[in-house]
């Protein structure tokens, strides 16, 4: 017989400011791995294979749900209006708690070290009957952390620092926040818990000492403390950072990327790899890059929104911005620049140049210091440039410019106009050699020195 799939709503508490961060910016928003604190647990949601979301926000934060909207277009939103504690912002999402989901998953929108897994581990013991699961873990350092109190398999309660007594503060499994309450039972927990305490909040942890007293079993699912790392502050933001790198780079060795020296290597998210890539030390991978097997990256290179090739060759020093797609076996060599432009099969620009809004054709050579003048100062225009061109060095092609296949342009050219097929083009001053002139000038220039070095 076919298991039953159980539904699952998950709310996700966003509504936190970035106070503490010294920040204008929600503290949600703020990045790891090229990804925001809010997309990385949102992803995990959506990975978990979670029906539905709800994404609990503050007044005025109309930011961060756009930025819920963008990773989860279909999660719905709810405005949490005061700051009356953990329960009180689940509660804003009251309305999608009466669908009746059969599993409601708490959530932290800082929490971005959160696996798919362990959300699924989370839920597991709801559908063993259990009423309320928490995460939870043991740090080197239990200071300020919650304490869970257990008998056996099962949890009694959640003792917070201040009020524990000595003997619960040496307790080392702590309160990892994160929450899974079984839908059936969940308003009625949640309805039940009260601000009696000094800060007249509404708990979430008061959770498990009221399922308790309506005879339904708690538990805690334990995992290793990077999974519920909360994010307050700009170290523990870097902690957070090293951490998913450490995941990332991991991952990539593991599906057979050369990373000679992984710990100098930063990656984002999304960062995409094929079979055979080699990274040299020192390369910063931005957001949605895709690197296509057999393509070498050297060192000092730095990629954002680009598609390399297969077989493809960049840097050292290379920068690859957003909109750049390198062909099979194309070459981007030290110090060029490439934007929003399509460098085709073979085609090469191995020094000192700049390509933006352009197309290279494939099998071209781009010289040594040659630039696309992209920008008239009110637009951006495209340079167009056919198979099997030659653009000699110190070159200036000035959009919107064709130069069609098998064209030649000469070194110093400035382009301004469309080169034919097959042409050569020739854009600069005529040179002039004056005869006897640079014997003479040297002297003149020798008389001058003489006079300014003697006293007056």
Request: charged share 25%; net charge positive; hydrophobic share 45%.
């Amino acid at each position: 017989m076919k298991a039953q799939v159980r539904t699952c709503l998950a709310i996700v508490l966003a509504a936190g400011e970035g106070t503490r961060m010294h920040s204008a910016r929600p503290k949600v928003l703020h990045a790891v791995a090229g990804r925001s604190l809010l997309a990385h647990v949102l992803s995990a949601v959506a990975d978990a294979r979670i029906a539905a979301t709800a994404v609990v926000i503050g007044p005025k934060q109309t930011d961060v749900a756009a930025a819920a909207k963008r990773v989860l277009p279909g999660a719905r939103i709810f405005v949490q209006r005061q700051r009356k504690g953990t329960a009180h912002a689940v509660v804003a999402a009251k309305a999608a708690i009466e669908r009746h989901p059969d599993d409601v998953l708490v959530v932290y929108g800082d929490t971005p070290l959160i696996r798919p897994a362990t959300l699924e581990r989370l839920r597991a013991p709801l559908a063993n009957g259990a009423a309320v699961a928490v995460l939870a873990f043991r740090p080197a350092d239990a200071k300020g952390y919650g304490r869970l109190i257990t008998s056996g398999d099962e949890l009694i309660a959640i003792r917070e620092e201040a009020d524990a007594s000595a003997r619960e503060r040496a307790i080392d499994l702590c309160n990892g926040g994160i929450m899974a309450l079984a839908g059936n039972s969940a308003l009625t927990i949640l309805k039940r818990i009260g601000n009696d305490n000094r800060k007249r909040e509404f708990y979430l942890t008061d959770a498990v000492e009221i399922a308790r007293g309506m005879r339904l079993r708690a538990v805690a699912v334990e995992v290793e403390e990077d999974e519920v790392r909360g994010i307050n502050t700009k170290t523990q933001l870097a902690e957070a950072e090293a951490v998913a790198q450490q995941r990332l780079r991991k991952a990539a060795l593991d599906a057979g990327v050369t990373l000679v020296a992984p710990e100098t290597v930063f990656l984002s998210a999304d960062t995409k790899f094929g079979r055979d890539v080699v990274v040299e030390p020192y390369v910063v991978f931005g957001e949605k890059v895709r690197v296509d097997d057999g393509a070498v990256i050297r060192s000092f290179s730095h990629l954002v929104g680009a598609h390399v090739g297969k077989g493809a060759l960049v840097g050292p020093f290379a920068r690859l911005r957003p909109g750049t797609r390198l062909g099979e076996g194309a070459h981007i060599g030290n110090f060029v620049e490439v934007k929003e432009a399509v460098v085709q099969a073979g085609a090469k620009a191995n020094h000192l140049s700049y390509i933006g809004d352009a197309t290279i054709g494939a099998g071209s050579n781009i010289g040594a210091g040659t630039i696309t003048c992209n920008y008239d100062g009110a637009a951006k225009h495209r340079t167009e440039i056919g198979k099997g061109v030659f653009i000699g060095s110190n070159s200036a092609l000035v959009a919107p410019v064709k130069i069609g296949a098998g064209a030649y342009v000469g070194s110093g050219s400035v382009i301004t106009d469309n080169v034919p097929a097959g042409a050569l083009a020739l854009g600069r001053g005529r040179q002039v050699n004056k005869r006897g002139r640079g014997a003479r000038l040297r002297a003149l220039k020798s008389l001058g020195k003489k006079k300014a070095q003697s006293p007056d």
